[in-house]
């Protein structure tokens, strides 16, 4: 396990560094998907679909829940996407069943007009320990959405996973709801 800790460590500084090359900015003003503005602003994309970043990702979301019973990774579209499918790429590596899906913003309307996407015909979201994954959190909102649309099917929140946690009130939002929220990274990691 020390080795895994260390490797761990390891990944993290890497996916810092990373994240402050490919998708940190700071300037004058932005407007985060809460509503708020703010002087700095994390586009993931770049580093999420980066081959060297998706694997950072998804490593250090498989380290956080080893030993965590769960049958699904995903989220609410855009962001957990790319996110939840390095995961079940890199689950496979290590041995460990872990399909993904994720939540639409809204029901297609044509089609299975299915909310959740990624479940074989005839498989429901009934009775599955699920972890949820986004790529900033701010107030909770994006994420809070798809874990109650998960909870009104029937599935059972294990975690909450953010790769990088603005330290905007997403810990709280999580609490108050009854979920177990572990980021991979904050803000005090980019402005020190």
Do not use: C, W
């Not at 900015?25 to 503005?37: V, Y």
């Not at 709280?172 to 402005?191: I, M, S, Y």
Request: no cysteine; hydrophobic share 45%.
């Amino acid at each position: 396990m020390a080795e895994n800790a260390t490797g761990s460590g390891i990944n993290r500084a890497r996916l810092i560094d990373l994240i402050k090359e490919r998708s940190f900015q700071e300037g004058p003003a932005f407007k985060l998907a809460s509503g708020k503005t703010s002087t700095f602003y994390f586009n993931m994309k770049p580093t999420m679909l980066d081959s060297e970043g998706a694997f950072l990702v998804a490593s250090l979301i498989l380290d956080q829940i080893e030993g965590i019973e769960a049958d699904l990774i995903g989220g609410l579209e855009m962001g957990a996407v790319p996110i939840a499918a390095s995961v079940t790429a890199i689950a496979h590596t290590r041995g460990r069943k872990l399909p993904a899906f994720f939540v639409r913003k809204q029901v297609k309307q044509h089609g299975t007009q299915a909310l959740v996407e990624g479940l074989a015909k005839g498989e429901s979201m009934s009775g599955k320990k699920v972890v949820v994954v986004e790529d900033v959190t701010t107030t909770g909102g994006s994420a809070l959405k798809a874990a109650e649309a998960l909870k009104a099917e029937g599935a059972e929140i294990v975690r909450i996973i953010t790769i990088v946690d603005r330290l905007d009130g997403a810990a709280e939002t999580f609490e108050n709801a009854g979920f177990k929220f572990v980021p991979l990274l904050t803000l005090t990691d980019f402005r020190k």
